[in-house]
């Protein structure tokens, strides 16, 4: 099992009035090569779960097991490492550095593992090839398209070859086309073995998927295949 | 991460930001040049009274007394120091000219009334040990001889200066020059004794005190310098001096015996006191320019966190951040430092010869000092931010807006 989560919560202000469930006992496993697409209303906590599984935050209580590592017990570099090497990120606002360009923001995670000077371009060269992006390389963020962006980032995350894919809202600040095309180049890795988690509240790219998950007030509502959820 | 990629992703961060580079790479600049021109500017003031009080000479006595009858005073003195002889090498009256002094050589003029301070002729009057006691050197010529003064003779010894302006190069000797229109002839010019035209040394006429009668409307005199032979001959010597003067002038007479030794002692402690306070000014031109840093900095705490929580997404380590961050800062500061100390220096350089005329230099130990303590505080206020945000969870850095 890739992902093997039991009894999770994520809980602000425990104990005070204030008191806020985001997750509240999630209880979820995702194996090698699936591609999930994690639904729900805004506030629901998909968001929250999907930062927890991308060890971007750590859960006030339950299990987290990542390929039969248990992620809870790992320190703060081990944490790192695992974001660098097993996972690649896409998010809505495609999070890249401003000041850096598409070249440079694709191989600031290979820098962070150690790879090689020479290794890093193969690898920078062959993510941006795949995202359709080679000819702007040498382009900032800020001259770029968000279309043109979020295909920066999706090249940033695939540049490792991680084994999973976590992609929050990654069409959410894009027009229907562009949308389009990158859940294209999703569903591509996907096809090449890549697990992909995708977090959405549309449900015409929820049905996309093999799986759908439906969260509702931090619990899991629904698991299972996507005509079941009525998609 | 290796150490050259952490300088290549610090140099690539302060290029992006150019803007806040330079504001804070100011802050470095003016900090530290300040603080070196303030400090070299208190140093140039002190070499310059050291200076001062070097020509005055040592073991130098200045006596004056008044009385009811100034003219047996002044005799008794003099008569006075003569018998010290086992403690005084030489002694001389030291009488200075206060009214119009009008001196001429051909068709240059130079009149006490009508030219600067840096140009104005001062004569003084005394007798053949005056250079010895007043640390002058005969460069030209010869000096005042005892019989100039028995005769009465109309000679004049020239300062530095003095002969400069006069003559211009010429040689002086054994021309005549008129001082208030009494003609004197030039026997000999002093050693440049006072480059920087400081204590007016090199523009004085040194004539035989004798001639005190022709120059000065009343011909008293009763200023007297003598020149003891080592220290403790002249605490001596002006301890009695001291219990002669007091006999001599009685109740209601004025007298007056120093070294400038003591005036030295009240200068160092000047001295110190002007110190210690531009070292507060420098001080406080220093803590304005690390706040001026510590401000830039801060202000780019969200900036920074947001940037932070990207890199911890894609997997940098906290310590290749921080790592990432000292780097930046250190390369900021650096650069603003060199600057700073170049602008210090180029600052220093025009102070020192826009206000004592000297070739001035800071000092290493305060550049270094300043330096490093300017470097410290960019660092400290630049990793600051890095440090706190890299230990938040990525999800947190994420969210700064």
């Known amino acids: 099992m890739l992902i093997d989560v ?10 005070q009035e204030s008191e806020v469930r985001a997750l509240d006992g999630v209880s979820l496993e995702i194996d090698y090569g699936e591609f999930v697409a994690i639904i729900g209303a805004s506030g629901s906590g998909k968001s ?21 590592v248990d992620v809870t017990a790992l320190s703060d570099r081990q944490l790192a490492h695992i974001r660098n090497k097993k996972i690649g990120f896409i998010f809505q606002g495609f999070n890249l550095i401003p000041a850096l360009n598409a070249w440079e923001n694709v191989e600031l995670p290979l820098i962070y593992q150690g790879v090689s000077m020479f290794r890093r371009a193969e690898r920078v060269e062959e993510a941006l090839e795949r995202v359709n992006l080679a000819d702007r390389a040498r382009h900032k963020p800020t001259e770029m398209s968000g279309g043109q962006q979020q295909r920066v ?3 940033r995350a695939i540049a490792t070859h991680p084994p ?5 809202e990654p069409t959410g600040a894009l027009d229907s086309r562009t949308g389009k095309h990158v859940l294209e180049i999703l569903h591509g890795l996907h096809d090449e073995g890549s697990t992909i988690i995708l977090i959405t509240h549309d449900n015409s790219i929820a049905a996309t998927a093999q799986r759908v998950v439906r969260i509702s007030d931090g619990r899991i509502v629904y698991d299972g295949d996507r005509e079941g959820a009525g998609l | 991460m290796n150490l050259s990629q952490a300088f290549k992703i610090a140099a690539k961060s302060i290029a992006a930001k150019k803007g806040r580079s330079a504001l804070t790479m100011l802050g470095v600049i003016i900090g530290l040049a300040a603080v070196i021109i303030l400090v070299s500017y208190a140093q140039g003031q002190n070499e310059q009274m050291r200076a001062y009080y070097e020509s005055l000479g040592t073991n130098v006595i200045n006596i004056e007394a008044s009385g009811p009858n100034s003219k047996s005073i002044s005799d008794a003195l003099y008569d006075y120091c003569l018998e010290l002889d086992d403690l005084v090498l030489g002694v001389t009256p030291q009488i200075q000219m206060y009214n119009q002094t009008v001196v001429k050589y051909g068709a240059k003029t130079l009149d006490s009334y009508q030219s600067n301070w840096e140009e104005s002729p001062q004569v003084v009057m005394g007798n053949q040990q005056y250079s010895l006691c007043n640390n002058y050197t005969i460069a030209k010529g010869r000096d005042l001889a005892y019989l100039d003064v028995e005769n009465y003779s109309q000679v004049c010894v020239l300062g530095h200066k003095m002969a400069e302006m006069l ?12 001082i208030n229109g009494y003609p004197f002839e030039v026997v000999g010019v002093f050693a440049q004794q006072d480059p920087q035209n400081m204590t007016g040394k090199d523009r004085n006429i040194l ?3 004798t001639m005190t009668r022709v120059l000065n409307s009343s011909n008293s005199w009763s200023a007297f310098v003598a020149k003891a032979k080592d220290g403790p001959s002249t605490n001596r010597a002006i301890t009695l001096l001291d219990g002669f003067l007091k006999g001599l002038v009685g109740e209601s007479g004025y007298y007056y015996v120093q070294t400038p030794n003591q005036w030295q002692e009240q200068g160092d402690e000047q001295i110190k006191m002007q110190q210690r306070f531009l070292g507060g000014i420098a001080a406080i031109s220093l803590a304005v320019g690390g706040i001026g840093i510590m401000n830039i900095m801060l202000v780019t705490v969200t900036e920074r966190t947001r940037e932070i929580g990207i890199r911890k997404a894609i997997g940098a380590e906290r310590r290749s951040i921080i790592a ?13 430092g060199l600057f700073g100390i170049a602008v210090g220096y180029i600052g220093t350089l025009i102070v020192g010869k826009a206000s004592f005329n000297l070739i001035l230099f800071p000092s290493p130990g305060i550049t270094a000092g300043a330096f490093l303590i300017s470097v410290a505080l960019g660092i400290g206020f630049g990793l600051y931010p890095a440090i706190k945000a890299s230990g938040l969870q990525p999800v947190v850095a994420l969210r700064a807006e």
């Not at chain 2, 990432?324 to 603003?336: D, H, P, R, V």
């Open chain 1, 48 to 68: 929250t779960l999907m930062n927890i599984l991308g060890c971007l935050d750590i859960p006030t209580y339950g299990d987290y097991h990542l390929d039969g």
């Open chain 2, 167 to 178: 003559f211009n190069y010429a040689d002086p000797i054994g021309k005549t020059i008129t």
């Open chain 1, 164 to 168: 999973i894919i976590m992609a929050d």
């Open chain 2, 207 to 209: 004539v035989p005190y």
């Open chain 2, 324 to 336: 990432q961050f000292l780097i930046e800062a250190c390369m900021i500061c650096g650069i603003g």
């Open chain 1, 6 to 15: 039991k009894n999770l919560y994520k809980i602000y202000n425990e104990g």
């Open chain 1, 153 to 155: 980032a999706i090249a």
